[in-house]
């Protein structure tokens, strides 16, 4: 995207927050590849999806720093009195954030139990394939942000603890551009990008669409 349109646009939607740009800064500054926090934009996109969609249970592929988890923690905390009002079980709601790097957690554990909506995130190092199916739960929402070598095996676990009707979104799905170029072919992370794009546009059990905002962020609806 042009860096003058973008300027445009982060002018004209939701401010960032001072806790969530401090946030971001640190990421960059204390972090290796600190641009895979999802910023500005993204964040705000991520906070409304969960406010439309207003689900029970979120699951997160890929902690990371811990800025879209706050991102859609906020979103949580702006619909959570609604569903109490509307006499819904079970409590508040709760996202559910795996990250299987045990070593970013002294940088974002700090970072999510210091934020306004802490109550509503649950920190866990760990394999999310493996420990999500474990927590008895259905999810009304998915954000899959992890190896992207590993998507379509992610996609294929998650799929059945989603409820009907619940969305996943899948971050980086157009990787940069590479999914086009023919110089990344043989590159596995764009390999696992590629399968994955062709294999959920072939099921039948969802909708898909994907939105070119930064890296490229698919959003797939369980029929």
Known sequence: ????????????IEPEGDYLYRLYRATNIHTIH?????????????????????????????????YSAICMAEGLSEIAPIMGARGDNGGAPKLFTFEINDEMEDFTRPW??????????????????????????????VFVDGDKRHYVEAYDKLLPIMSKGAIMLADNTLWDGHVVDNAYSKDQQTQGVCHFNDYVRQDSRVEVTILPIRDGLTIIRKK
């Open 1 to 12: 995207m042009d860096i003058e349109l973008e300027k445009y646009i982060l002018n004209h």
């Open 34 to 66: 600190g641009r895979m926090a999802s910023g500005h934009l993204q964040g705000r996109l991520l906070k409304m999806l969960v406010m439309m969609q207003r689900p029970r249970y979120v699951l997160e592929v890929g902690t990371f720093s811990g």
């Open 112 to 141: 999510i139990e210091g934020s306004s909506v802490a109550r509503f995130i649950d920190f866990r190092i760990g394999d999310a394939l493996v420990e999500a199916p474990r927590l008895g739960v259905l999810f009304d929402m």
